[in-house]
């Protein structure tokens, strides 16, 4: 079963540019879609974006203007960069793989991203 | 954007009971739509895609259902491991969204 590992910095303040990293334990990196989800504290699921390949990238209408995706398969990995945080954007962030299907079938343990002056 | 709608937003239940779940979107999205099961602490599990597809590994206990705007997720004989939150998920076209989640909670 593939697994996946989310690292990062825990604590940015304010403005600052948000980086994560996901490494992929497969080559499966190179047949299926990967996205990053974030959950607020004590609220709901929320889809931040994904990638399939290096050409094909989603991201979420309401934050599209902040956030890139990318991969990089030769690491088996794929990463997310959402620039100008604010404390909005405290989160568990998860990296996921995605189906054909649109569904995520496969989740990392997430990590905890917040942001404080 | 396709909005879900979960109700209820908690319910309480006792061991052995029978659980629904519904969610709403607010356009035909077919049956692009999937269940997952969420611990405290823990990332999201996916239980139910295509609206009725079980997730290999899950009980029979769980059942999806619908299809356009309307879909259910029933647990029968809840047992103590269920007892967690629920989300909806979306899949059609190329955004994808949540429901605000269902927490199942022990009466």
């Known amino acids: 079963q593939v697994q996946l590992q989310e690292s990062g910095p825990g604590l940015l303040k304010p403005s600052e540019t948000l980086s994560l990293t996901c490494h992929v334990s497969?080559?499966?990196?190179?047949?299926?879609?990967w996205g990053w989800v974030r959950q607020p504290p004590g609220r709901a699921l929320e889809w931040v974006a994904s990638?399939?390949?290096?050409?094909?990238?989603y991201y979420n209408p309401s934050i599209k203007s902040r956030v890139t995706i990318s991969i990089d398969t030769s690491k088996r990995q794929f990463s997310l960069r959402l620039t100008s945080v604010t404390a909005a954007d405290s989160a568990v962030y998860y990296c996921a793989r995605k189906t054909a299907t649109a569904f995520f079938d496969v989740w990392g343990q997430g990590t905890q991203v917040t942001v404080s002056s | 954007d396709v909005q879900l709608t979960q109700s209820p937003s908690s319910v309480s239940a006792s061991v052995g009971d029978r659980v629904t779940i519904t969610c709403r979107a607010s356009q035909d999205i077919g049956t692009w739509l999937a269940w997952y099961q969420q611990n405290p602490g823990k990332g999201p599990k996916l239980l139910v895609h295509?609206?009725?597809t079980l997730q290999s590994g899950v009980p029979s206990r769980f059942t999806g259902s619908g299809s356009g705007t309307d879909f259910t997720l029933t647990i029968t004989s809840l047992q103590p491991e269920d007892f967690a939150t629920y989300y909806c998920?979306?899949?059609?076209?190329?955004?994808?969204?949540f429901g605000q989640g269902t927490r199942l909670e022990i009466k």
């Open positions: 990638i399939y390949r290096a050409g094909n990238t």
């Open positions: 497969d080559d499966s990196i190179n047949t299926y879609y």
């Open positions: 295509s609206a009725s």
């Open positions: 998920q979306q899949g059609y076209g190329f955004s994808i969204t």
